[in-house]
């Protein structure tokens, strides 16, 4: 029988959903795939190439648990470049991607029945990752704007609070955090003493005005309670990869590193060398890849805000768009009744062949999420049949 911990946890919607389109797609339906979280662009042929020559030169042994010397280097340096705040390389921790690196992070810093607050609209995998450290979740829902509420945030504080698990740029509204929500959070860590867990890992994917702020820069205090998480996996065009790191003070690193060291030791030797050449020869693709998605952007949003019933906010960040759809909740449709973002999406994807994520997926009933990670031309397509759709749907 499974363990009681197997069985509260819920399965992550959208690994479930990749697998009944990939499904599919291989029966010959040209499926929309409005719901893949990540770019896509390949790998550029640099890293792969890296990746080639390491394996060339039998880069294929253990190495030290957070990772090879030159690359733990590397990533404190793109973090000075980018985000003006300085580590060492003991201070770093390489992971089998992110999701590892957040696993580890709560771990280290929190114990059986410590309380996390999560902000949502949020990741699926963050309240699983409390759930499966023995604590307990605590959602704080963001303001109308998606940008974080702070008073919600110090109203859900109580003594067993041990930290937030932050997203900014954000999975799945897209919003930037300014930099004075989190100079106020800074302010309740200090004054509540908790620490703040930063996932960054779609830092570069901003657009017009919008600025990412890495929350570990904003002052020394800052930088003592955060944990910074980040990877290559949407930056790089290296989701397969899998390859994170975690950046802290020295002696949560210390932990970090510990309690990796009895999960799966140092993440894969060779890819870590084609990491090396993505932080430090990349900044042509990056641009490139930021600009297609600027453009689908735009696109994609001006689509969705001129469809009847839909809100949708203009964000600033990832590559997802949240629009609200419960204007149809209620319809019918080729004998179904819509009654939540799961059934339309279930509507959408079975009769107009486009698939999205139900927003309550991430606690945010109301809406779906739409990534635009596919062509332009994919883009208008979709949006065409989303439109058919709703038309067809009747009060």
């Known amino acids: 029988m499974l363990s009681q911990r197997a069985r509260n946890i819920t399965p992550s919607a959208t690994c479930e959903l990749e697998g009944t389109v990939a499904a599919l797609k291989a029966k010959g339906v040209d499926v929309i795939s409005f719901n893949i979280g990540e770019p896509d662009f390949h790998t550029p042929e640099s ?50 991607g992110a999701k590892q690196a957040i696993n580890n992070a709560v771990i280290a810093i ?29 959602c704080v829902e963001t303001r109308e704007d998606y940008q974080l509420d702070i008073p ?54 901003v657009y017009g005005e919008n600025r990412h702020v890495c929350v570990a820069s904003l002052s020394p205090e800052a930088y003592r309670r955060t944990i910074v998480i980040n990877g290559l996996s949407k930056t790089y065009c290296m989701t397969g990869w899998r390859i994170g790191y975690s950046a802290a003070p020295l002696e949560l690193a210390r932990g970090l590193k510990d309690i990796q060291g009895h ?28 600009a297609a998605f600027e453009a689908r952007r735009q696109y994609a949003y001006s689509r969705l805000c001129a469809m009847e019933g839909i809100v949708c906010r203009d964000v600033g960040g990832a590559f997802y768009l949240l629009p609200d759809v419960s204007y149809y909740y209620g319809r019918k449709a080729r004998g179904k009744v819509i009654r939540d973002s799961f059934d339309l999406c279930n509507f959408l994807l079975e009769a107009y062949q486009v698939a999205m994520v139900p927003g309550g997926a991430f606690l945010s009933p109301n809406t779906v999420r739409v990534a635009y990670t596919v062509s332009m031309d994919e ?17």
């Open 263 to 290: 999960m799966t030791s140092n993440s894969t030797t060779f890819v870590q060398y084609a990491a090396i050449e993505a932080l430090n020869n990349s900044e042509e693709s990056i641009r490139e890849m930021v």
């Open 110 to 138: 929190t114990n059986p029945g410590d309380e996390v607050i999560i902000p949502i609209p949020g990741w699926v995998s963050y309240v699983e990752i409390v759930k499966l450290a023995g604590c307990v979740p605590v």
């Open 47 to 96: 890293i792969k190439d890296a990746c080639k020559r390491a394996l060339d030169e039998n880069k294929t042994t253990y190495v030290d648990i957070a990772g090879v010397p030159p690359l733990r280097q590397a990533i404190c340096e793109k973090l000075w470049r980018d985000n003006h705040v300085s580590y060492k390389p003991e201070q770093i921790c390489v992971s089998t």
């Open 152 to 205: 919600a945030i110090e109203a859900a504080i109580t003594p067993k609070t041990k930290a937030i698990l932050l997203n900014t740029p954000n999975n799945p509204t897209g919003a930037v955090y300014t930099r004075e929500s989190l100079e106020h959070l800074v302010m309740l860590a200090e004054s509540y003493d908790f620490y703040i867990i930063s996932d960054e890992i779609y830092e570069r994917l």
């Open 379 to 395: 883009i208008r397509e979709g949006m065409d049949r989303i439109e058919q759709a709703l038309q067809e749907l009747k009060p």
